[in-house]
């Protein structure tokens, strides 16, 4: 979501640019998370909800996109499931 990527996007398809905006965001995603004690969708092994609050996930689905206001939307993907914002994440 931050690198501005749809989840389904293959890989082979990206820039360097992509590639390059995609590292930056794992990283600074997985350090906020990690500095607010994991993701407010999982508990800790002390049944205690983590402080990060996700952009993406069963709480957001249906509800508006941070940045742009569309509604975030679920669907089905390799036999999971992936939230992404039709505006900012285009496929």
Request: proline share 4%; net charge positive.
């Amino acid at each position: 979501y931050d690198a501005g990527l749809h989840p389904k996007r293959k890989m082979m398809t990206l820039s360097d640019e992509e590639v390059r905006g995609l590292f930056d965001a794992i990283k600074s995603t997985l350090h906020e998370m990690s500095s607010k004690g994991g993701r407010d969708t999982e508990k800790d092994i002390f049944g205690c909800p983590g402080g990060y609050a996700t952009k993406l996930s069963k709480f957001t689905n249906g509800k508006p996109c941070g940045v742009c206001g569309t509604d975030i939307q679920k669907k089905s993907y390799l036999g999971g499931s992936v939230y992404f914002c039709e505006t900012c994440q285009p496929e």
